[in-house]
């Protein structure tokens, strides 16, 4: 069983800052990407930032330059400092991570439950 539970959202001004965690555990054997998606009310699902196990970052075009994904392998967390916030940035954002339970499995893509971060004009 892995848990993924995140922190951080909440309502900001436009132009201002929130710093999202999410922190794995359960049975973890490895770590491979970890990321962030996003949904806003009658949107699709869509990819934020992903990074991977040796920390190489990849954004969606919307938000390149603003937020940054940060992992602490150490600590089985991921992170997603957003800077800029715009109106259009509100949402629903889900962390997932794939992860490799015991040794000699497969892979599983496990999701948190969603924190909500709403920014105002």
């Known amino acids: 069983q892995v848990q993924l539970v995140e922190s951080g959202g909440g309502l900001v001004q436009a132009g201002g800052s929130l710093r999202l965690s999410c922190a794995v555990s359960g049975s973890i054997f490895s770590i491979s990407d970890m990321g962030w998606y996003r949904q806003a009310p009658g949107k699709q699902r869509d990819m934020v930032a992903v990074i991977t196990s040796g920390g190489s970052p990849n954004y969606a075009d919307s938000v390149k330059g603003r937020f940054t994904i940060s992992r602490d392998n150490a600590k089985n967390t991921v992170y997603l400092q957003m800077n800029s916030l715009k109106p259009e940035d509100t949402a629903v954002y889900y962390c997932?991570?794939?992860?490799?339970?015991?040794?000699?499995?497969?892979?599983?893509?496990?999701w948190g439950q969603g924190t909500q971060v709403t920014v105002s004009s």
């Open positions: 997932y991570a794939n992860v490799m339970p015991y040794r000699g499995s497969r892979y599983y893509t496990n």
